[in-house]
Every structure is written in structure tokens, then in C-alpha cells.
């Protein structure tokens, strides 16, 4: 028997998806017919036998089916080509990808759903920080959801042959996989791939530790964000709170920031810090510190110290419905603190990349951090995501990255 699903949504359910967005949720499917494999191939149907799309099935997870087309097809390796070509087509006109790494397939937003490749440009490290081989390409993939853990071997050998990287490693250690049912999966799945490699970015060197590193080891997403900060960096001492790897505070340290005090929780991302500092001749103004950033930000103030420039990144505090009101608070404490610490027209650079903390929440909790500072914000900026993270129309969960830059007003000035 074939592989392959036919989901009839009850009534009135498909105006979501008939509006561009790729999940069918288990509660909207008023039945289902045929395999019940993980990865099978659904096709969709609103209650009144509308066809709707093909997509992939995740039988143990509330988002039952992802779908990859709006047509009739398979998700097979002809559909990955066509579809991977197109999102190079893309990253071709975002970035040079002869040179520049840059997160090459985004999931959903790029029609590969749940589905996350970023491509590495660089040159391998050795244990002692030296170069230790010719320069190239590596390929992290996250795969996430049931469809994509089934069409594995050959999303693999699609990737191999449109890019010829050195090698492909599988970083599927994110917890989002327990929701479909997936077990962690990490390993290098063709050629071969080096623990830590050094790539460019913002006219900088970073070791970027592709075996063990957060997520796919590099923080792609804020690139343009990092070289926006950079810009009222000079002369300031900066605080980078949440730094991982160090890719703000290095960027302000290379702009001419007085002073960089970079902490992370990470004792392996402050290695990394002190490592990416003295790789750029920058570590005799880098300071990387490891501690809890909301105990820091405390202490900091207690000690009455001052930074012209405080960039906030934290992760993503929010990563349900449930937990909005909670991470509502965790990113009003840290706001009110940084403000607390910043100078006559210091300057904010806050983060949230959580998809469910969305735009307004987050402006809603700069407000209220700025009145109970009793400080005044001059909003500067108002940034997302980088553009090889392309945000597309009906599915609002592509837009997930949120920068706000923003300056004190302070009397007197
Ligand atoms: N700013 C980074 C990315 C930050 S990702 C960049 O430009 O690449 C979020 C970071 O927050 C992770 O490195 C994680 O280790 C760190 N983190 C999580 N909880 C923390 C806490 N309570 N205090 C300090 N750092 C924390």
C-alpha cells in the first residue's frame, strides 16, 4: 500500500490555509483516510471536498500536516530540486554565497517544510585555533518535522549535488523535534565535516563550532542586526547581554566601542567569546564574562555601573501561548535593567525571537519597561530578521525576529 493520507477538514476550517498558511492543525480534521505512516502524503480537502493541498503527515504532533504545494504532488526529489533551486535563486540575489554563509533553506517560508539548512562558508579549524585544511563549504541541516525526517537520503543527496559541500552534518537536536515524535538525530551525513571551522562575517573571523555550537552552531539570523548596532558603537562601552559566540559585541569592538562586556550563561559560548576576540585583535577591549544575564544586570546596577550601548538577545522566552505572560515578564525585567544601566543617550539594542512575543507585545513591554525607568526612548530602528530568513505572506510564524533599537531622552539634551 502506498503511503498516503486523505485529510477532509470540518466545516469552515480552510480559510487559514486558503490564505497561504501551511498547517493543518489535528483539530480542524474531521477525518482521515488511508496511511497513518509518519511522512506519508496527504492531500487535503476542505469540508466540502475543496481541494486544498499536498503536504506531509506528522500523526504524533497537533500540527497533523504540513503542506509543501497547493497543486497535486509529491513531495519527492524532483519536487526538492525545483523547490531548492528556488530558494537559492533567492539567496543568490540576498547574498554571494561564493563567499558569504547564509542560511540556504528556511522550512516552510521556503516551501521545504520543517526543514532548516544553513551553508557555511569557511575554513576548518584545529584544535589550537589554526587553520587546519583548504577552505570550503559545510551544509547544517535541522530536520524537523515527520515529512522531512522520511525524505532525509534524499534531501541529502539534492543538497550534495546543487552545492558539492566538503560535507553535510544533521544538528536535529532541537527539542521541537519531541513534538512529532522524532528522537534526536546528530551525525554527519555525507562527506566530511571539521568540529570547527572560521567563517567571515561583517569583515570579522569567527570560529564557529558546527559539532557542539547552539542551533547550527551560528547565529545567522542577526547578521545585518549586529552590523546596525555596530553603528552607535564607537567611543561607547558596550554591553552584550546573551552573547553566545560574541558576534555584537565583537562587531562593536571592530567600530570602535571604547570597552565590550559580553556575557552569555555558556561557559563553552565565553570560551568562544575570548577565542573570536583575540582572533580579531580585539581582546584587549573585550571582556567575556559567564553568568545568568538576569543576575548580572542586577549586580551591574548594584555596583552602579554605566554602558553607553546595551544589546539584549536572549532566547526565545516564549515558545507557546501558555507561556506569553511569563516571558512578558522575562523581557520587561531585563529591558527596565538594561535601561537602568544605560547612560544620558545611551542607546538599546533589545531582541525577542520569539514568534509568539510578536511585534506588538514586545513594543508593549519597551513602553511600560521605559515608563517604570522614568526614562524617555527615542525609537531609531525597528529591525528583523536577515533576509536569507525570508518572511512570506499567510504564514505570520516567518516573521519571527524582532530588533528595536532605541536611544534615552534625557533632559538636558
Ligand atoms: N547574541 C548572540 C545570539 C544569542 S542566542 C549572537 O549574536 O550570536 C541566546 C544566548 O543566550 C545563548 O547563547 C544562551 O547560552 C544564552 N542564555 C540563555 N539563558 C541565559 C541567561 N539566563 N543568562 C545569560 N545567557 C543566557
Not at 567611543?235 to 562586556?261: E, H, I, K, Q, Y
Not at 553607553?308 to 523581557?331: C, I, M, N, Q, T
Amino acid at each position: 500500500m502506498e503511503d498516503r493520507v486523505a485529510i477532509r477538514l470540518k466545516p469552515r476550517e480552510e480559510d487559514r490555509i486558503l490564505a497561504g498558511h501551511p498547517w493543518v492543525y489535528d483539530n480542524e480534521i474531521a477525518r482521515a483516510e488511508g496511511s497513518a505512516a509518519s511522512g506519508a502524503e496527504a492531500r487535503v480537502l476542505s469540508g466540502r471536498g475543496r481541494f486544498l493541498g499536498s503536504g506531509t503527515l506528522s500523526p504524533g504532533s497537533k500540527i497533523r500536516v504540513r503542506l509543501h504545494s497547493r497543486a497535486d504532488e509529491d513531495w519527492n526529489e524532483a519536487f526538492t530540486r525545483r523547490t531548492l533551486d528556488a530558494a537559492l535563486g533567492f539567496r543568490r540575489r540576498v547574498r554571494d554565497l561564493s563567499s558569504e554563509s547564509a542560511r540556504i533553506v528556511f522550512g516552510e517560508a521556503d516551501g521545504l517544510p520543517g526543514l532548516v539548512a544553513d551553508r557555511f562558508v569557511g575554513t576548518p579549524l584545529g584544535p589550537d585555533g589554526e587553520p587546519a585544511g583548504p577552505a570550503g563549504s559545510w551544509i547544517v541541516l535541522q530536520v524537523l518535522a515527520a515529512g522531512a525526517e522520511a525524505r532525509k537520503a534524499g534531501i541529502v543527496r539534492v543538497l550534495a549535488d546543487a552545492l558539492s559541500p566538503e560535507g553535510i552534518l544533521e544538528r536535529s537536536d532541537a527539542p521541537v523535534r519531541q513534538r512529532e515524535g522524532l528522537p534526536p538525530a546528530v551525525g554527519v551525513l555525507e562527506g566530511s565535516v571539521p568540529d570547527r571551522i572560521e567563517i567571515r562575517e561583517n569583515g570579522l573571523g569567527f570560529a564557529v563550532d558546527l559539532a557542539a555550537g547552539q542551533k547550527t552552531g551560528w547565529f545567522l539570523d542577526q547578521r545585518e542586526n549586529r552590523a546596525a548596532a555596530a553603528v552607535y558603537a564607537p567611543g561607547r562601552t558596550v554591553l552584550d547581554a546573551f552573547c553566545n559566540a560574541g558576534g555584537f559585541g565583537l562587531c562593536a569592538a571592530r567600530a570602535g566601542a571604547a570597552s565590550v562586556l559580553s556575557v552569555d550563561s555558556s561557559e563553552a559560548a565565553v570560551a568562544q567569546v575570548r577565542e573570536n576576540a583575540r582572533r580579531n585583535g580585539l581582546a584587549d577591549r573585550v571582556e567575556a564574562r559567564a553568568a545568568n544575564a538576569f543576575d548580572l544586570l542586577r549586580e551591574l546596577e548594584k555596583e552602579g555601573r554605566r554602558f553607553g550601548l546595551v544589546v539584549l538577545d536572549p532566547p526565545a522566552f516564549a515558545k507557546s501561548r501558555a507561556a506569553l505572560e511569563g516571558a512578558a515578564r522575562g523581557y520587561k525585567e531585563i529591558n527596565l535593567r538594561a535601561l537602568r544601566l544605560l547612560e544620558p543617550g545611551g542607546i538599546l539594542v533589545t531582541c525577542s525571537c520569539s514568534w509568539w512575543f510578536d511585534r506588538e507585545r514586545f513594543r508593549a513591554v519597551l513602553e511600560d519597561a521605559a515608563a517604570d525607568s522614568g526614562r524617555r526612548l527615542r525609537y531609531l530602528e525597528d529591525r528583523g530578521q536577515a533576509p536569507d530568513h525570508p518572511v512570506v505572506s499567510g504564514y505570520p510564524e516567518s516573521r519571527y525576529l524582532k530588533c528595536v533599537i532605541a536611544e534615552t531622552v534625557d533632559s538636558g539634551q
